[in-house]
């Protein structure tokens, strides 16, 4: 079992920054991969960002170069950089870690609003 909790959303006007973070915790050494993903009211989930265990990230295009994905191992941690954001990423981010087994896991959710 592994448990997530996503820290650092809120409220921030256009053009603002945010970092999250997802603390991982319990039998973390299966992880592979810790991603985002998002989802706004009204949508499906989407793929934000992922790091994987060597480094290698990947982003969604509506992110790329605005967004950050990055991770400290010694604190089975990942983050979420988010810059010059936008009305439209307004939503629930989802951390979610990807298992050299079976299964996924995912973090409860943390409220991201972009608004003035």
């Known amino acids: 079992q592994v448990q997530l909790a996503e820290s650092g959303g809120g409220l921030v006007q256009p053009g603002g920054s945010l970092r999250l973070s997802c603390a991982a915790s319990?039998?973390?050494?299966?992880?592979?991969?810790m991603a985002w993903y998002r989802q706004a009211p009204g949508n499906q989930r989407e793929f934000v960002a992922i790091i994987e265990n060597d480094g290698h990230t990947d982003y969604a295009g509506s992110v790329k170069g605005r967004f950050t994905i990055s991770r400290d191992n010694t604190k089975n941690t990942a983050y979420l950089q988010m810059n010059s954001l936008k009305p439209e990423d307004t939503a629930v981010y989802y951390c979610k870690t990807e298992h050299s087994g079976p299964g996924d896991y995912w973090g409860r959710g943390i409220q991201v609003t972009i608004s003035s």
């Open positions: 319990g039998n973390t050494a299966t992880i592979v991969a």
